[in-house]
């Protein structure tokens, strides 16, 4: 399976570069379009658990979908498998709706996904191909379970304006359920005024840009959601990736259809396209994507994009492309702050109606900063454990519970940087940590490096001690204890101490 989805990428990546070359029908060549369909179906799927990994987030998808296979494709019905009862009784409770609707915006003639207990390998037999995904049963029977019609999760309003081509706009994504905080707040008024007023001067296009995981799918998704759901006329949105409209594109290329889909894409009245870096060195797409980004804008279309860096960071594009995207609003999602996170959680528990104390938000919001992807995996993650085993949340059941990925979230400070950076805070030399000078200029701070060294590394005492001068063990517990003590008697040294802890962890 691995190795196929590789000879998958490498097959559609070579075939950006073969857009000037005729591509022959696939009725003539029988093999082929055998096996041009089955490589279809494994492209699908790939795109279908790399979005399901993109919507639920790295957390819950190691610990529930990692192990998620393709079974079968039959007709309208797909089956996948998962190593155990337990595995497929989750994910059948959890997950069946969101795989049937990635399913079916992949491929539509997909009606239904068979959760299951199985082995591995795939079997994708279709005997005859024809064009646009579709394909002929392989004589499988298969028992029907646990399946949710797509359509009925969906907001038929964003249904009804929605492009065929476009992929469904996530109803969880709307401008309510995203937590503003100064990181984002820039970001999220423009977001706002292109829902509101589509195409204005100087927001057209509108460019979103951020780190991995920090709401610009998000903030894309709202401004469907909210467009769709105006009551004045209905307004033609098309939300897709990149790299889903290079696959359109190479699709129409294959099925001689390039000017249907030219024409499908030109008729929308907001195209938003997420993750535009996907295109650097696919530049047939990138070409193909700057017509169309100019016959939109030039007939007064809004188009808003999202990317990692900002236009003139992507190297990579072309520059009148690069140039053309820089035009109108170039918005940046910033990195969270501590608050923000916070207030994410608070926003996301209250949402699930789960009781989390605030330490252990603080907890979170402290140690998982990155990415807010992760950071709501992990409460899900909490939460779901709560639910399963009915207990409820502690600080202890959290570390238990969140062990993995804390560990690949410590952020191995270094007990020297720790050292230097108390150091220059209190204005004292580097090498006092380790001398013997016992007066209260020195030893203080000496006393918080300890301390901070025992939070913030998985380090002993005698081996703190050690980076200390050779200090015993019993020395480095005293500061700890020492300076805990002042923290909870002097605001002032605290947040001092809080101050430093923050610069280290981030
Ligand atoms: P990006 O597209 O920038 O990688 P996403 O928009 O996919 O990030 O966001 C990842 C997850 O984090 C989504 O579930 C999203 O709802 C959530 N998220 C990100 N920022 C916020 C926010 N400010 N408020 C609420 N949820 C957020
Ligand atoms: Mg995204």
Same mark, same amino acid.
């Given at each position: 399976?691995?190795?196929?989805?590789?000879? &998958?990428?490498?097959?559609?990546?070579?075939?950006?570069?073969?857009?000037?070359?005729?591509?022959?029908?696939?009725?003539?060549?029988?093999?082929?379009?055998?096996?041009?369909?089955?490589?279809?179906?494994?492209?699908?799927?790939?795109?279908?658990?790399?979005?399901?990994?993109?919507?639920?987030?790295?957390?819950?998808?190691?610990?529930?979908?990692?192990?998620?296979?393709?079974?079968?494709?039959?007709?309208?019905?797909?089956?996948?498998?998962?190593?155990?009862?337990?595995?497929?009784?989750?994910?059948?409770?959890?997950?069946?709706?969101?795989?049937?609707?990635?399913?079916?915006?992949?491929?539509?003639?997909? =009606?239904?996904?068979?959760?299951?207990?199985?082995?591995?390998?795939?079997?994708?037999?279709?005997?005859?191909?024809?064009?646009?995904?579709?394909?002929?049963?392989?004589?499988?029977?298969?028992?029907?379970?646990?399946?949710?019609?797509?359509?009925?999760?969906?907001?038929?309003?964003?249904?009804?304006?929605?492009?065929?081509?476009?992929?469904?706009?996530?109803?969880?994504?709307?401008?309510?359920?995203?937590?503003?905080?100064?990181?984002?707040?820039?970001?999220?008024?423009?977001?706002?005024?292109?829902?509101?007023?589509?195409?204005?001067?100087?927001?057209?296009?509108?460019?979103?840009?951020?780190?991995?995981?920090?709401?610009?799918?998000?903030?894309?998704?709202?401004?469907?959601?909210?467009?769709?759901?105006?009551?004045?006329?209905?307004?033609?949105?098309?939300?897709?990736?990149?790299?889903?409209?290079?696959?359109?594109?190479?699709?129409?290329?294959?099925?001689?259809?390039?000017?249907?889909?030219?024409?499908?894409?030109?008729?929308?009245?907001?195209?938003?396209?997420?993750?535009?870096?996907?295109?650097?060195?696919?530049?047939?797409?990138?070409?193909?994507?700057?017509?169309?980004?100019?016959?939109?804008?030039?007939?007064?279309?809004?188009?808003?994009?999202?990317?990692?860096?900002?236009?003139?960071?992507?190297?990579?594009?072309?520059?009148?492309? =690069?140039?053309?995207?820089?035009?109108?609003?170039?918005?940046?999602?910033?990195?969270?702050?501590?608050?923000?996170?916070?207030?994410?959680?608070?926003?996301?528990?209250?949402?699930?109606?789960?009781?989390?104390?605030?330490?252990?938000?603080?907890?979170?919001?402290?140690?998982?900063?990155?990415?807010?992807?992760?950071?709501?995996?992990?409460?899900?993650?909490?939460?779901?454990?709560?639910?399963?085993?009915?207990?409820?949340?502690?600080?202890?059941?959290?570390?238990?519970?969140?062990?993995?990925?804390?560990?690949?979230?410590?952020?191995?400070?270094?007990?020297?940087?720790?050292?230097?950076?108390?150091?220059?805070?209190?204005?004292?030399?580097?090498?006092?940590?380790?001398?013997?000078?016992?007066? =209260?200029?020195?030893?203080?701070?000496?006393?918080?490096?300890?301390?901070?060294?025992?939070?913030?590394?998985?380090?002993?005492?005698?081996?703190?001690?050690?980076?200390?001068?050779?200090?015993?063990?019993? &020395?480095?517990?005293?500061?700890?204890?020492?300076?805990?003590?002042?923290?909870?008697?002097?605001?002032?040294?605290?947040?001092?101490?809080?101050?430093?802890?923050?610069?280290?962890?981030?």
């Amino acid at each position: 399976m691995e190795s196929n989805q590789g000879n &998958t990428k490498t097959k559609m990546a070579a075939l950006d570069g073969f857009t000037t070359h005729p591509i022959p029908a696939r009725s003539a060549v029988e093999q082929a379009a055998h096996e041009d369909v089955a490589v279809q179906l494994l492209e699908q799927w790939n795109r279908v658990r790399n979005r399901l990994q993109q919507e639920v987030g790295d957390v819950e998808y190691r610990t529930w979908l990692r192990q998620i296979t393709l079974g079968s494709v039959d007709g309208d019905e797909v089956t996948v498998h998962l190593p155990t009862r337990f595995l497929r009784d989750w994910v059948r409770g959890h997950y069946a709706d969101k795989l049937n609707a990635l399913w079916q915006s992949e491929n539509k003639r997909i =009606r239904r996904v068979d959760i299951r207990v199985g082995g591995i390998g795939v079997s994708v037999a279709p005997s005859v191909a024809e064009p646009d995904d579709a394909f002929r049963p392989d004589g499988t029977v298969i028992e029907v379970a646990a399946t949710v019609k797509a359509s009925e999760r969906s907001d038929p309003r964003a249904e009804a304006s929605r492009p065929e081509m476009a992929a469904p706009l996530d109803t969880r994504f709307e401008f309510d359920s995203f937590v503003v905080g100064k990181p984002n707040e820039f970001a999220y008024a423009c977001a706002r005024r292109v829902a509101e007023r589509p195409s204005s001067p100087g927001f057209n296009p509108l460019f979103l840009y951020g780190g991995v995981g920090l709401g610009k799918t998000h903030l894309m998704h709202a401004i469907g959601i909210e467009l769709s759901r105006r009551d004045t006329a209905p307004i033609q949105v098309a939300y897709m990736s990149a790299e889903k409209f290079m696959y359109r594109f190479i699709a129409a290329i294959r099925s001689q259809s390039t000017m249907e889909f030219k024409e499908q894409l030109r008729s929308v009245d907001v195209l938003m396209v997420d993750d535009l870096q996907f295109l650097i060195g696919k530049d047939n797409t990138q070409e193909e994507f700057f017509h169309t980004f100019n016959a939109l804008v030039d007939a007064g279309k809004q188009i808003v994009v999202s990317a990692d860096k900002s236009p003139s960071d992507l190297s990579g594009l072309e520059d009148r492309l =690069r140039t053309r995207l820089g035009c109108g609003m170039v918005a940046d999602l910033h990195a969270t702050t501590f608050e923000l996170r916070i207030s994410i959680l608070e926003a996301k528990a209250s949402r699930a109606e789960a009781e989390v104390p605030p330490k252990v938000l603080e907890f979170l919001a402290h140690k998982i900063t990155s990415n807010v992807r992760e950071l709501e995996g992990s409460l899900n993650r909490l939460i779901a454990h709560a639910n399963l085993f009915g207990r409820p949340i502690t600080l202890e059941s959290t570390q238990e519970v969140l062990h993995d990925i804390l560990k690949a979230h410590d952020r191995r400070v270094t007990i020297e940087e720790i050292q230097k950076r108390v150091a220059e805070h209190w204005n004292i030399r580097l090498a006092d940590m380790s001398s013997a000078r016992r007066a =209260r200029a020195v030893a203080r701070p000496r006393q918080v490096a300890m301390y901070l060294a025992k939070q913030l590394t998985s380090r002993s005492l005698p081996e703190i001690g050690r980076k200390f001068g050779n200090r015993d063990h019993t &020395t480095v517990m005293h500061a700890v204890s020492r300076v805990t003590e002042l923290i909870a008697q002097d605001a002032d040294f605290g947040e001092r101490v809080e101050l430093l802890r923050r610069m280290l962890e981030s």
